[in-house]
């Protein structure tokens, strides 16, 4: 008998981001929320995803050198653990993405 995968569904909210926008004669911004479409949203996620599958690759490889140079034994377990922490670090693209397309819209709109 085959295990059923169970699948978890929810209603996605998309994201937004909040800027400041100065208003004449206040010294208080308003603040103005910008949201991303789905399209670009899916985009941005599809391509985060992408440059996270090879920098996981490279982060692995790295890992491996780090140990070599410094003579350690190249443990599979302490290459995974180094690799991941590597990842970590540089691995928060598809937020920052998000964000910088989010300021993009709102720079856009602050034009007209």
């Given at each position: 008998m085959e295990k059923e995968l169970?699948?978890?569904?929810?209603d996605k909210m998309t994201f937004s981001k909040s800027f400041p926008?100065?208003?004449k004669g206040s010294t208080y911004p308003s603040w103005e929320e910008v949201y991303l479409t789905e399209d670009e949203e899916k985009e941005i996620e599809l391509k985060s995803k992408n440059e996270n599958y090879d920098l996981m690759k490279e982060c692995i490889d790295k890992a491996?050198?780090?140990l070599k140079e410094k003579e350690l034994?190249?443990?599979q377990s302490d290459v995974i653990s180094m690799a991941i922490a590597l990842f970590?670090?540089?691995a928060s693209h598809s937020?920052?993405?998000k964000e910088a397309k989010a300021k993009e819209k709102?720079?856009?709109?602050?034009?007209?």
């Open positions: 169970v699948k978890f569904t929810w926008k100065t208003l491996k050198d780090i034994k190249d443990f970590d670090k540089i937020v920052y993405h709102f720079d856009e709109e602050k034009k007209d």
